[in-house]
């Protein structure tokens, strides 16, 4: 543990909502991509957190804490089949006439967004307290 | 630290040892919001010093040889425990957002009042030294 | 603040109620004797504050509120001795002056 372990835990969380928001993003804008590098339409992606904790115990490491904040796992692409949409026009569209759209709720994907932002305010919050105990425990002796 | 066996200094600095500690857990919590499965962990501190305190003032007589001996009350030392026991999401995560803000400014003000407490004590220490030139 | 009246009191200059070590080859009561274990405490307050300074520019340190009550401890130990040692200065130089 060190000084500014405070920081480097709400740190951690803010790095990784707004990968969480980055990727809600690119979902949003795939919504109606067909046609990928992969092949296919384009798949639904999702963010995995896991607890990040310490492994080795510092020299000054007087208590048993070893939280380190939060660590993306990995980003997982969505296996539920596309959304079929009968449009033979299409260039992308199969030989039975219908096309395969990414299977992406805007709903859910808004949702998420909205709590990923309710996080990230959340662990600013954390940031700015801690910053405001640094600055307090300077003024002893003074 | 031990100065002129200021043994109220001594637990003042354990005290921000235990609120500094408390802001890490509870940046630790709020981090892991979205992380399934995750406990949320809490300090204690203040309600061990209280319990000490009140131990401290039973003393237990040994009338027998053989009757045991009243164990010393514990030292006062931050601890942090982890909360197992609730449930709040479907996805097995126990943290509550609302709570820990509040706890967060709880703790920031409790923080604040111990810095306070050990300025003023060095104050008094300099008052005396000085011979009441500040 | 009863306790650093006592303090003065009883052992001028003794700024701990730890038992300290006793100087070697010194008594214990004397003057010098109490000096010397005053010094020696002032020296392990500043040698413990410049270990949390130390610790605090290479980011090994836990808490920042530690280190600057070692450096506040240091230093009126250290304040407090120069007291005690210019106030007996003073009682010394008066007596000497003391007509007889």
């Known amino acids: 543990m060190n000084l500014f372990t405070s920081f480097q835990i709400s740190g951690s969380a803010l790095t990784a909502e707004k990968l969480r928001l980055d990727v809600i993003a690119g979902n949003i804008a795939n919504m109606s991509t067909t046609r990928t590098a992969a092949g296919g339409p384009y798949r639904r992606r999702t963010v995995a957190f896991a607890e990040d904790l310490a492994a080795s115990r510092g020299r000054n490491d007087s208590v048993s804490f070893h939280g380190r904040g939060v660590r993306v796992d990995r980003i997982y692409a969505d296996h539920r089949p596309p959304q079929l949409v009968f449009d033979p026009d299409h260039p992308d569209a199969g030989e039975d006439g219908y096309v395969r759209y990414p299977n992406i709720e805007l709903a859910k994907e808004m949702t998420d967004m909205i709590t990923a932002l309710r996080s990230y305010e959340a662990n600013t919050t954390a940031v700015n307290t801690a910053k405001s105990l640094y600055l307090k425990a300077l003024e002893i002796g003074r | ?134 | 603040m009863e306790a650093i009246t006592q303090t003065a009191l009883t052992a001028p200059g003794r700024l701990s109620i730890r038992p300290a070590a006793a100087a070697q080859g010194e008594d214990e009561s004397s003057f010098a004797g109490t000096l010397r274990e005053a010094l020696s405490e002032v020296n392990r307050l500043q040698r413990e504050a410049d270990q949390a300074t130390l610790d605090l520019m290479s980011g090994d340190l836990d808490n920042l509120h530690q280190v600057l009550i070692k450096t506040e401890e240091a230093q009126l130990a250290l304040q407090f001795t120069v007291q005690v040692v210019s106030k007996v200065l003073q009682a010394y130089q008066d007596i000497s002056r003391m007509q007889v």
């Open chain 2, 1 to 134: 630290m031990f100065l002129f066996g200021d043994s109220t200094l001594f637990r003042l600095g354990k005290g921000l040892d235990a609120a500094a500690l408390r802001q890490r857990v509870i940046a630790h919590n709020l981090a892991n919001l979205n992380t399934p499965g995750f406990k949320r962990s809490a300090v204690t501190f203040e309600e061990t010093l209280s319990r000490a305190k009140d131990a401290a003032g039973l003393p237990l007589a040994r009338t027998h040889e053989r009757h045991l001996r009243q164990t010393a009350a514990p030292a006062a030392e931050p601890r942090v425990t982890t909360e197992t026991d609730t449930y709040r999401r479907i996805d097995g995560n126990n943290v509550d957002i609302e709570q820990e803000m509040l706890e967060m400014v709880a703790n920031q003000l409790r923080y604040n009042s111990y810095v306070q407490q050990v300025n003023s004590r060095f104050n008094n220490w300099r008052y005396v030294i000085n011979e009441g030139r500040r």
